[in-house]
C-alpha cells in the first residue's frame, strides 16, 4: 500500500544550525510533494511544493528537495531561530485524485538557543 | 478573510451519540477534505471531496459519513460515536493554482467521546 513517512523522533538542534527534516515515500510516485508547519493547538500551513520533474526548491531560509530514484524529499530550515520550533508535515496526493492529499506523521523540531 | 472554519470548536459526546461536524470556505476552492489527527498518528484522510456533489473515501472512512451540501460547505457526520473517534478534526480545502496546489486548514474541532 501507499505510505509516506516521516522519522517520527523530535529534532534537536541549535539555533543558527541548519535543520533537515525527511521525507519518505514508497508504493508510488507522486506528482508532486508539499511541506506544512503546524504549531500546537492549530491547523497546519502551506510552506513550500515541489513537483516530481524539479529537484530542488527554496523560499527565503527554507529549501525543499525532491529525489525520485531515492523516493525522499528532504526540508531544510538554514539559519534556524527558536520560532521555527514546530512539527513539519510532508504531503502529496493520494491514489485517485490529484488534490487528494496524505500526510505523514510529521516531525517535530525543537529549535534551542 | 475567514478562510476555512470550522464548528464546533470543542465537543464531548456519549458513546452512541450522533453529531454532524460543520465546514465552510469562502475561498471558491474546488477541493475540501476531513482528517483526523491523533497523537503519534499525523493527519489520516477520512474523506474527500474533488468538486460539489462529488465525495470520495480516504484512508480511514469507517463509522463516518459526508454531505458536499454546496461548494462551500462540507460536513461530516458520526452517527454512533464510540471512544476511538475521539480526535481532534480538521477540515482543509484547496484549488489548484499557477502557484501549485496549497491546502488551508480550519482550526480543527477536538472531539471527545466517552
Known amino acids: 500500500s501507499q505510505k509516506i513517512e516521516q522519522n517520527s523522533e523530535a529534532l534537536n538542534i541549535q539555533e543558527g544550525k541548519t535543520a533537515t527534516l525527511t521525507c519518505n515515500y514508497t508504493n508510488y510516485s507522486p506528482a508532486y510533494l508539499q511541506w506544512y508547519r503546524q504549531d500546537p493547538g492549530r491547523g497546519p500551513v502551506f510552506l513550500l511544493l515541489i513537483r516530481e520533474n524539479e529537484k530542488e526548491k527554496r523560499k527565503e531560509r527554507l529549501k525543499v528537495t525532491f529525489d525520485t530514484t531515492l523516493k525522499q524529499s528532504l526540508f531544510h530550515i538554514t539559519a534556524s531561530q527558536p520560532a521555527d520550533s514546530a512539527t513539519y508535515l510532508c504531503?502529496?496526493?493520494?491514489?485517485?485524485?490529484?488534490?487528494?492529499?496524505?500526510f505523514g506523521a510529521g516531525t517535530r523540531l525543537a529549535v534551542h538557543p | 478573510n475567514a478562510g476555512v472554519t470550522q464548528t464546533p470548536k470543542f465537543q464531548v459526546l456519549k458513546t452512541g451519540q450522533s453529531m454532524t461536524l460543520q465546514c465552510a470556505q469562502d475561498?471558491?476552492?474546488?477541493?475540501m477534505y476531513w482528517y483526523r489527527q491523533d497523537p503519534g498518528m499525523g493527519l489520516r484522510l477520512i474523506y474527500y471531496s474533488a468538486s460539489e456533489g462529488t465525495t470520495d473515501k480516504g484512508e480511514v472512512p469507517n463509522g463516518y459519513n459526508v454531505s458536499r451540501l454546496n461548494k462551500r460547505e462540507f460536513s461530516l457526520r458520526l452517527e454512533s460515536a464510540a471512544p476511538s473517534q475521539t480526535s481532534v478534526y480538521f477540515c482543509?480545502?484547496?484549488?489548484?493554482?499557477?502557484?501549485?496546489?496549497?491546502?488551508?486548514f480550519g482550526q480543527g474541532t477536538r472531539l471527545t467521546v466517552v
Open positions: 475561498m471558491n476552492h474546488n477541493s
Open positions: 504531503a502529496s496526493p493520494f491514489s485517485g485524485g490529484y488534490n487528494k492529499l496524505i
Open positions: 482543509a480545502s484547496s484549488e489548484v493554482t499557477v502557484r501549485g496546489t496549497e491546502a488551508f
